[in-house]
């Protein structure tokens, strides 16, 4: 519980700083802090995360899916690995995200 008050903490950190701005695609090297559990020890730490998707890989985290890796694949298709094997894959709707 108290990992989860963390990541909330963090969550709203990180959207503050984001400003609620649209989701645009970043460039390579845009990125962000987030608050994410360790895969290995489940311990809380920081990683860069492609602005982008930061939000989403946040999100994530807080609902206690552990996030591996995530690129937001820079216009073209990106992904979210999670520690369980599954992975988010990361597309745009044509026009509608610049
Ligand atoms: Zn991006």
């Known amino acids: 519980m108290v990992m ?3 990541l909330t ?5 990180l959207a503050t700083a984001l400003g609620g701005r649209k989701s645009e695609v970043c460039e390579i ?3 962000t802090t987030v608050a ?5 020890d489940g311990t809380i730490r920081e990683e860069q995360i492609d602005r ?25 298709p990106g ?3 999670m ?5 988010l894959e990361i597309k ?3 026009g509608e995200v610049k």
């Open 36 to 40: 994410v559990i360790c895969s290995v």
């Open 9 to 13: 903490i963090a969550f709203v950190k």
């Open 83 to 87: 520690a369980d094997g599954r992975e």
């Open 92 to 94: 745009t709707r044509k």
């Open 79 to 81: 992904v979210i690995f």
């Open 52 to 76: 982008c998707i930061a939000p989403i890989v946040q999100a994530l985290n807080v609902a206690n899916i552990v996030t591996t890796e995530s690129c937001c694949g820079h216009g073209r």
């Open 29 to 31: 090297g845009d990125t």
């Open 4 to 6: 989860v008050s963390v």
